[in-house]
């Protein structure tokens, strides 16, 4: 099939790269969102879906808006067969929907119905499912709502972060993208519809949500930093000073100290904080516009005051 790929950020480059090796279709424009600044230096970069298309010499369409008349009028003229979808980033109108034959078809990264919505990796681990995957579906106008083609599973592990999560998603739910493909174009697939029951949104994570709240029990503390790592990061104030932090373990009773929800405990090798139920031992730790760095080192450099306190 000739296809039109839309996406932008890393976890859509392995279903991309799949398809442009694929011998059963035909890449011949990519879709993503217009150059960003990014890094300390703040210059326009490419996406990483761009970038890979640029190694691969197909051309790539930057709309600031799909429904532009313009970018409607090439995507008519491109004429696919039909536009597989990840992490493209912008709702797409009625008009483009209907211009592919097979329609729009979208990788999202749970097991639908459950998560629909913008961070479906990150609620998954935060409310501490066992078991995600990721989905293919045809897009309608509603949100993550269409018919599902195929799924693929992934265990969740205690240790797990979101970065870590999505790193597997990407290439298994790559290989379902591709086989999806295969089976519409071969007509060996049709969709079936999602199930009524069963459905959960997972919205774009704000900063707020990113704030530890040292009250909660332990696994929920745990949970919450490993949804949010590495973006955008969890955090709490320790003192005076804002930090991010790394994933934690839950510290067992008999090798802690006993701590009060926020109390900071240090020793020369650890630095600890109470939660709603018992201490958690920090990792890593990453000051406001500083590198990150093992939570020992940062302790002994902020020199933390005796009772300082996490909040």
């Not at 890979?52 to 600031?64: F, N, Q």
């Not at 592990?157 to 591709?178: C, I, K, M």
């Not at 109390?263 to 600890?272: D, G, W, Y």
């Not at 201490?279 to 009772?307: E, F, I, Y």
Request: hydrophobic residues 40%.
């Amino acid at each position: 099939m000739r296809l039109v790929f839309a996406g932008t950020p890393e976890p859509a480059v392995p279903a991309l790269r799949r398809l442009i090796e694929s011998k059963a279709h035909d890449v011949v424009a990519v879709v993503t969102r217009p150059d960003a600044a990014a890094g300390r230096g703040r210059k326009r970069q490419r996406s990483p879906v761009a970038r890979l298309a640029d190694e691969h010499g197909i051309p790539v369409l930057t709309p600031l808006r799909p429904r532009d008349p313009e970018f409607l009028a090439q995507l008519r003229e491109l004429a696919p067969d039909c536009c597989p979808v990840v992490a493209y980033g912008a709702l797409l109108p009625s008009e483009a929907l209907a211009i592919p034959k097979y329609g729009w078809v979208n990788l999202h990264f749970s097991l639908l119905p459950a998560w629909r919505g913008a961070a479906p990796v990150q609620a998954a681990i935060k409310a501490g499912d066992d078991i995600t995957g990721a989905s293919t579906f045809l897009i309608e106008q509603d949100l993550d709502t269409g018919p599902l083609f195929g799924v693929v599973t992934e265990t969740i592990s205690p240790t797990d972060t979101a970065g870590d999560l999505l790193a597997r998603l990407s290439e298994s739910g790559g290989l379902l993208l591709e086989r999806t493909m295969d089976g519409i174009a071969d007509g060996s697939l049709t969709a079936v519809p999602q199930s009524a029951e069963g459905v959960t949104y997972a919205a774009k994570i704000t900063v707020d949500e990113a704030h530890i709240n040292w009250n909660q029990p332990a696994h929920a503390i745990d949970r919450l930093i490993r949804a949010m790592t590495p973006e955008p990061g969890a955090w709490t104030r320790i003192g005076d000073l804002r930090v991010k932090i790394g994933p934690v373990s839950i510290t067992p009773p008999d090798k802690g100290p006993a701590l009060s929800p926020g109390e900071v405990s240090t020793t020369k090798s650890a630095v600890h904080i109470g939660t709603g139920s018992g201490a958690v031992t920090l990792s890593t730790v990453q000051p406001q516009g500083k590198k990150l760095m093992t939570a020992a080192d940062w302790a002994r450099g902020a020199r933390l005051a005796a009772g300082t306190v996490a909040h």
